[in-house]
């Protein structure tokens, strides 16, 4: 399993953007499909959007279409999450996740076997 560490939360007002990093460790990221997931207060976590681990194929929930953009460079063994038009109803803790020779349009938490910490994320209106 590949260990993942968060980056680039913050607090935003609505309409402003922020970029999360993941950073991975272990020499096999690239057969990783990569995924990001959030947790609002008294919520489930729920799936945002995840990378293919070939081909790098993309696919979002569709409270994000259109506003996140997810990416990811394997040579840096890390995956980005670009949110831009934020509104206060992103507000979460951000969730890294990763998932070995995962399959395309995944977006269960149980397909992703490993997990971030967390990176707390505030859009104020």
């Known amino acids: 399993q590949v260990q993942l560490v968060e980056s680039g939360g913050g607090s935003v007002q609505a309409g402003g953007s922020l970029r999360l990093s993941c950073t991975a460790s272990?020499?096999?990221?690239?057969?990783?499909?990569m995924g990001w997931f959030r947790q609002a207060p008294g919520k489930e976590r729920e799936f945002v959007a995840a990378?293919?681990?070939?081909?790098?194929?993309?696919w979002y929930a569709d409270s994000v279409k259109g506003r996140f953009t997810i990416s990811r460079d394997n040579a840096k063994n890390t995956v980005y999450l670009q949110m831009n038009s934020l509104k206060p109803e992103d507000t979460a803790v951000y969730y890294c996740?990763?998932?070995?020779?995962?399959?395309?349009?995944?977006?269960?938490?149980?397909?992703?076997?490993?997990w971030g910490q967390g990176t707390q994320v505030t859009v104020s209106s």
């Open positions: 272990g020499p096999t990221f690239s057969r990783y499909t």
């Open positions: 996740a990763a998932s070995y020779l995962g399959r395309l349009l995944d977006t269960s938490t149980a397909r992703f076997g490993s």
């Open positions: 990378v293919m681990w070939s081909g790098g194929s993309t």
